[in-house]
């Protein structure tokens, strides 16, 4: 199989509009004809809706939840990014292009990281436009703030509840559809399979999650927006929805998966408190504008942060990069967190925490100010610690929070398959091996917003369909396997609950492929899965029946995923034998411990093809070719 990423000819900033113009149209009154199946109603699953209804497509959109906005991009705190150089701080297009691009480092396309960087002033428009409560300026521009791996300030953010405000605008959108009969909702719908006919994606199997009842849903094209994966390590800062499934689905109906084992582990979140604990809560990204990152210079220092001095604290991120200061990319930041925990300078009862101080900028701005940055971030850290983050630093720790691998998507974002698109956390595309913050949400709604509603066309406008309908054998076949797979996950007689099974499998790779990995942990980490698969199949205990409400069994089926998929992400994780961004092995470090590329072996994209049950992928290489940029080391010095 060869990979065309079919990006467009001629220079980086007139692709874009080449590809547009180049791209053949469907006619308006020919819109109504094609039914697009929209699996997602998260930033990305609910502008895209949103825009090809209004398009004039026939639009089906699917979601989990009872909701459309209970998707997970309502957590998203701190911003999103773009390029409009407000602030006049020297931000352009290019510079956005190129600290991304950095900030992956050197491991995405440059052509869709630059259409990324494009686009990003129209997302912001756009959502003004919708009304979408950013912060602003007393002269009414919008305000921006930093985030890491950038020198300026580049994020809009409406206080620390951007996604939802974002996701409001976006359900909106849809929901006017919904209303103008453009949009047919399916929440509480599960899809469980993806149908394939002739090489073309069309249509779906998803349970109704109210009845147990499987229904069959045909159409022209099948958009997966579902999300990141992040959860395959069970204590994550996703939500406790988010899953592998339909993209894990998806691939075993022949879409390949790229760049799998890119995971990011974001510096600060909650330490872990307790082995009971189902879910980790993030501190946003955006406190690092104004808290201070610190551990006591001397391990094993139990005093408390007040009573430390300070000639006694080590600014560990300020002293080792005095440019970006705590503003450095979230790779180098846990990692440097987890450095000094290792070395015994962690604080807090178990050792595994730093400090995230904020006693200078309360200090220097006023709590006042202060408080109406972050008020919302600082009364949720109390909730949770008991701790007022006012009075005392909070402490914070890495944890699981993105996932940069997903479905191997070209410029168009179509997948493998044919009529198979893939958007938003579920592609792989344009944040290389460390996504800088406030840039998924840019992302997402790139993607839907601007990025399908142009290309998609192209697909309908090109393809000759034949007449297929539900009754096709496609989808009875489908319908077969899914009925099957449930028989035998209801029928074991085991005696462990299936999250005991998922945490079990999260520790694993927590442990041995989370942010530093190496050959022999990876190794046993394989091993340990293979195991844990079989015990899973038969001593699992999945209580209910198939015919009702049943979450337990919700949860099965997306657990044996993870199960299937964590091997994949180890096989990966193996396979590159470099460090570069959120993959860090340790037999690859500079000499500064941090991250050495191979890029003479591995710049490449690693596309994984399923070939089968219990036999190894097919590995298929997408040269990364950078034109426009120089590969170096990265310094945030
Ligand atoms: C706590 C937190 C804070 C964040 N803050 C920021 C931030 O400030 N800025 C930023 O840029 N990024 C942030 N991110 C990342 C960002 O929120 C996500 O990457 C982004 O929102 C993902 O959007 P999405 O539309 O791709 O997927 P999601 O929002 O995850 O939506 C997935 C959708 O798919 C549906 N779904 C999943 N599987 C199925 C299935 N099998 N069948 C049917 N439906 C299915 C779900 O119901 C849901 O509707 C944050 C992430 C976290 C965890």
Redesign the pocket.
């Known amino acids: 199989m060869r990979l065309d990423a079919k990006i467009p000819a001629g220079p980086l900033a007139q692709k874009w509009d080449r590809h547009r113009f180049e791209t053949k149209l469907v006619n308006p009154a020919n819109k109504r004809k094609f039914s697009v199946i929209v699996?997602?109603?998260?930033?990305?699953?609910?502008?895209a809706s949103a825009s090809l209804a209004e398009l004039g497509y026939e639009v089906k959109t699917?979601?989990?939840?009872d909701s459309?906005r209970?998707?997970?991009?309502?957590?998203?705190?701190?911003?999103?990014?773009a390029a409009k150089n407000y602030p006049n701080d020297g931000d352009s297009i290019w510079r956005l292009f190129y600290d991304t691009v950095k900030g992956g480092d050197f491991r995405a396309r440059e052509a869709n990281v630059y259409r990324l960087a494009q686009v990003s002033n129209a997302i912001i428009d756009q959502c003004t436009a919708q009304g979408i409560p950013f912060a602003r300026e007393y002269g009414g521009l919008l305000a921006n703030r930093s985030?890491g791996g950038a020198q300026l300030s580049r994020?809009f953010?409406a206080r620390g509840q951007?996604?939802q405000q974002l996701?409001l605008g976006a359900y909106s959108a849809m929901m006017r559809q919904a209303a103008a009969g453009k949009v047919q909702l399916f929440p509480r719908?599960?899809?469980?399979d993806l149908v394939v006919v002739n090489g073309q994606a069309r249509g779906?199997v998803?349970r109704n999650l109210l009845t147990g009842e499987i229904e069959r849903h045909a159409g022209h094209a099948v958009l997966l927006?579902?999300?990141?994966y992040?959860n395959v390590y069970f204590l994550?800062?996703?939500?406790k929805?988010?899953?592998v499934?339909?993209t894990y689905?998806a691939y075993k109906r022949g879409a390949l998966f790229a760049n799998p084992c890119f995971t990011q582990i974001?510096p600060t979140c909650i330490p872990v408190h307790g082995a009971y604990q189902s879910k980790l809560?993030?501190m946003?990204?955006?406190l690092r504008n104004d808290g201070r990152v610190w551990v006591p210079k001397t391990a094993g220092d139990k005093r408390a942060p007040t009573d430390i001095p300070e000639a006694e604290r080590d600014y560990f991120l300020e002293r080792k990069y005095p440019s970006f200061g705590n503003l450095v990319p979230r790779d180098v930041a846990s990692r440097n967190s987890k450095e000094q925990c290792d070395q015994g300078k962690g604080v807090g009862e178990t050792g595994l925490a730093v400090y995230l101080d904020f006693a200078d900028a309360i200090q220097r701005d006023g709590r006042a100010t202060i408080a109406k940055k972050y008020g919302n971030l600082f009364q949720m850290y109390e909730k949770i610690t008991g701790d007022d983050p006012y009075r005392t630093p909070m402490m914070i720790y890495p944890a699981v929070?993105?996932t940069m691998g997903g479905l191997w998507v070209d410029y168009n974002l179509m997948s493998t398959v044919d009529g198979l698109f893939v958007?938003?956390?579920?592609n792989f595309s344009d944040h290389g091996a460390n996504?800088l913050?406030?840039?998924?949400?840019?992302?997402?709604l790139a993607?839907?917003y601007f990025v399908i509603p142009a290309t998609i066309g192209g697909y309908l406008a090109g393809t000759r369909f034949d007449a297929v309908t539900t009754g096709h054998a496609g989808f009875a076949d489908a319908e077969r396997q899914v009925d099957e797979r449930t028989r035998k996950l209801l029928a074991i007689p085991g005696k462990r609950t299936v999250d005991d099974f998922h945490r079990q499998l999260g520790l694993t790779m927590w442990n041995y492929c989370g942010m530093s990995r190496t050959n022999e942990g990876l190794e046993k980490a394989r091993a340990l899965i293979r195991e844990l698969r079989a015990e899973f199949w038969q001593n699992v205990r999945v209580p209910g029946s198939a015919a009702d409400l049943n979450q337990s069994l919700e949860k099965a089926g997306?657990v044996a995923d993870f199960m299937e998929f964590a091997e994949l992400l180890v096989v990966d994780a193996l396979a590159r034998q470099e460090s570069c961004g959120g993959h860090f092995n340790e037999a690859f470090q500079t000499d500064e411990n941090e991250a050495r590329r191979d890029d003479q072996n591995f710049c490449h994209v690693a596309a994984w093809e399923y070939t089968g049950d219990g036999r190894d992928p097919n590995l298929h290489k997408e040269p990364l070719s950078f034109e426009n940029v120089q590969l170096t080391q990265r310094s945030y010095k």
């Not at 699996?39 to 502008?47: F, K, N």
């Not at 209970?70 to 990014?81: E, F, L, W």
């Not at 994550?236 to 939500?239: G, I, K």
């Not at 958007?423 to 579920?426: D, S, Y």
């Open positions: 699996v997602g109603t998260g930033l990305a699953g609910a502008s699917f979601c989990i939840h459309p209970r998707a997970h991009s309502i957590a998203a705190q701190g911003g999103i990014n985030f994020t953010y951007t996604g996701l719908r599960e899809m469980i779906i998803a927006c579902t999300g990141g992040g994550s800062t996703n939500a929805a988010c899953n499934t339909a689905r974001h809560t993030l946003s990204e955006s929070h993105y958007l938003g956390e579920a996504r913050g406030a840039s998924a949400l840019m992302q997402g993607d839907g997306r």
